[in-house]
Nanobody
């Protein structure tokens, strides 16, 4: 019953932009930190970004700093990942996940800390 659903992926040229959405059903995201992760073929899943339940703390992988922005709208039970200046190396399946951390706790992108996962959305950056 508790589900996360990603959307917004697709095919984009290098330098383009996409906005991914992560919508929750069956529970509220108010008390969950949300992380975005990605996995490219043949590679391990890696953390991309996270946002605390309050929205007061965010974190980004070095590879996406300055290009990606995470945000949340608790009223809509949705978290977003705005991706700009996309590069071919950003190509991957992107997953969102929820972690029940303290409201004031900084977020982390440690996979084992996350309880609920979406099915992923494909992002392909290619010319």
């Amino acid at each position: 019953q508790l589900q996360l659903v990603e959307s917004g992926g697709g095919l984009v040229q290098p330098g383009g932009s996409l906005r991914l959405s992560c919508a929750a059903s069956g529970f509220t995201l108010d008390y969950y930190a949300i992380g975005w992760f990605r996995q490219a073929p043949g590679k391990e899943r890696e953390g991309v970004s996270c946002i605390s339940s309050s929205g007061g703390s965010t974190n980004y992988a070095d590879s996406v700093k300055g290009r990606f922005t995470i945000s949340r709208d608790n009223a809509k039970n949705t978290v977003y990942l705005q991706m700009n200046s996309l590069k071919p190396e950003d190509t991957a399946v992107y997953y969102c996940a929820a972690a029940q951390l303290g409201a004031r706790a900084p977020c982390v992108v440690t996979i084992r800390r996350y309880d609920y996962w979406g099915q992923g959305t494909q992002v392909t950056v290619s010319s």
